[in-house]
């Protein structure tokens, strides 16, 4: 997905077309006679409307597809015998190819299974979470990616329900995976199988509010204090709660959280901490959690991750995430890595009815 152009209801406000190599546009500039006669240049209207609606534009890139490179300029020239003008170019690098997996709008039919991992797989027989259930609301469903394996389902329903007796909000549920599940075309490497559910940790007061307030370009805050080291005061027992009550799922996996999120809970936690065995720290995940099921036993071709090491995490492996090491990551190779090929029985599944 990309702008194609920028258009207004007002004479003055010339259309601007994005074209797949960039836009080049002058606003402003032109000249007119004022009332003694004299030649008098004005900037016209809309570089700030301009300026502003490709700022959104780019956020919207943010959200749509990560991988794409962008870069904004603006130069100001000003000739010695002209008033300046503004020419603002739009570079964006070529597309990612959309994944054919988000083009599919139905599940493919049979019996649930899981086929291949997380970030490498599919899903046959998924099921749509519904819009709004007990203690939850699903957001930003034009994404198409609210379907999974019924374990994955049944949890939503059981973590809602959970929370409605506690805290009378509701769970803001994010991505799923798409009809068949696959390759998304932007935001996730994961959320292939079935097997993973996003859910923002602030609550909503109405299926409503959470929809109007939480658009694409607009994410619920994070939970993280500024600078880095400590939750901030949004982060309370129903945040705390809602991991926890993750956690201690039979069919979790492991819970992917921000690194601050871990420690806070490492350094309160009393009694039973076996729960936080299963928080795995990760960068971002500061706003939404990130929720991973085991491998259904009547899905021989999943691919199960490695168990969590034994222990609560509170070590030195959640203490590296706050080293200099941590937070000065080695630079990528700029050779890309082929990817894997996904499973012989994916291929089936995509291209069957």
């Known amino acids: 997905m990309r702008p194609i152009e920028l258009t207004a209801d007002q004479p003055s406000f010339r259309t ?16 007119r006679k004022d009332e003694t006669g ?22 919207i890139y943010r959200y749509l597809d990560r991988g794409i490179a962008m870069a904004f300029q603006a130069f100001v020239r000003l000739p010695a015998c002209q008033v300046g003008f503004v020419v603002c170019c739009l570079l964006v690098a070529p ?23 997380p970030a490498n797989g599919c899903v046959a027989g998924a099921q749509a979470l519904p819009a709004t259930g007990t203690g939850f609301v699903s957001i930003r469903r034009h994404r198409n990616r609210y379907y999974g394996h ?40 994961s ?43 949004d982060w309370g027992e129903p945040q705390r709660l809602l991991l926890k009550t993750s956690a201690e799922h039979p069919r979790v996996d492991r819970v992917i959280v921000n690194p601050v999120i871990k420690r806070a809970l490492c350094r309160t936690e009393q009694g039973d901490r076996g729960w936080l065995r299963k928080l795995r720290p990760w960068w971002g995940h500061d706003a939404h959690v990130h929720i991973r099921l085991k491998c259904p036993r ?11 090491p034994a222990g609560d995490g509170c070590d030195q492996s959640l203490a590296w995430w706050f080293s200099e090491e941590a937070k000065r990551p080695a630079k990528k190779s700029k050779k890309k890595k082929a990817k894997p090929p996904l499973p012989a029985a994916c291929t089936a599944l995509l291209s069957g009815s």
Request: hydrophobic share 35%; proline share 8%.
């Open 95 to 117: 597309m990612v190819q959309a994944s054919p997996w988000a083009r599919v709008a139905t599940t493919a039919a049979g019996p649930a299974a899981v086929i291949g991992g």
């Open 298 to 308: 009547t899905s021989p071709y999943c691919r199960q991750q490695p168990p969590p």
């Open 38 to 59: 004299s030649d008098k240049t004005y900037n016209g209207v809309g570089k700030s409307l301009v300026i502003a609606l490709i700022h959104f534009c780019l956020r």
């Open 150 to 189: 019924p374990d994955t389902i049944r949890l939503v329903w059981d973590l809602g329900k959970a929370l409605s007796r506690h805290t009378g909000g509701l769970m803001m549920v994010g991505d799923l995976s798409q009809p068949r599940g696959g390759p998304m075309s932007s935001m996730h490497r």
């Open 191 to 233: 959320h292939q199988n079935g097997m993973d559910v996003d859910i923002w940790f602030r609550l909503a007061t109405s299926a409503r509010s959470a929809n109007d307030q939480h658009p694409e370009h607009r994410d619920p805050a994070s939970m993280v204090a500024p600078g880095g080291h400590t939750l901030n005061q």
């Open 16 to 31: 601007i077309r994005f074209e797949p190599a960039g836009i080049s546009l002058i606003v402003g500039g032109r000249s």
